[in-house]
Nanobody, 125 residues
Framework: QVQLVESGGGSVQAGGSLRLSCAAS????????MGWFRQAPGKEREGVARISSGGTTSYADSVKGRFTISRDNVKNSLILQMNSLKPEDTAMYYCAATYNLCLEAGPDPKRYKYWGQGTQVTVSS
């Protein structure tokens, strides 16, 4: 049974940093494209960053240069390091996995099969 569990969310002031983690279990982790998504109240879920099984990364324009996605295929974990946070980064953040190639799945949430429960990130001005 696939399980994704996020942690590391919280409240910070603008300009601060947070590190999100996602622990994966129940599948061959290193074969999957992994992604971070977020959803703010009243808005659609959007892709933030994704990383292929080989380590190739892609980012939404809104977070480029501020966020870094990484994965540890031994520990079956996914990390999102978020720096220079802005109030507009406030959202519920989700970890997701797909057996599709990242190039095929892209930032479309509908192409990701497995999801965690989410962790809240709140950035105050």
């Amino acid at each position: 049974q696939v399980q994704l569990v996020e942690s590391g969310g919280g409240s910070v002031q603008a300009g601060g940093s947070l590190r999100l983690s996602c622990a994966a279990s129940g599948y061959t982790y290193n074969s999957y494209c992994m992604g971070w998504f977020r959803q703010a109240p009243g808005k659609e879920r959007e892709g933030v960053a994704r990383i292929s099984s080989g380590g190739t990364t892609s980012y939404a324009d809104s977070v480029k240069g501020r966020f870094t996605i990484s994965r540890d295929n031994v520990k079956n974990s996914l990390i999102l390091q978020m720096n220079s946070l802005k109030p507009e980064d406030t959202a519920m953040y989700y970890c997701a996995a797909t057996y599709n190639l990242c190039l095929e799945a892209g930032p479309d949430p509908k192409r990701y099969k497995y999801w965690g429960q989410g962790t809240q990130v709140t950035v105050s001005s």
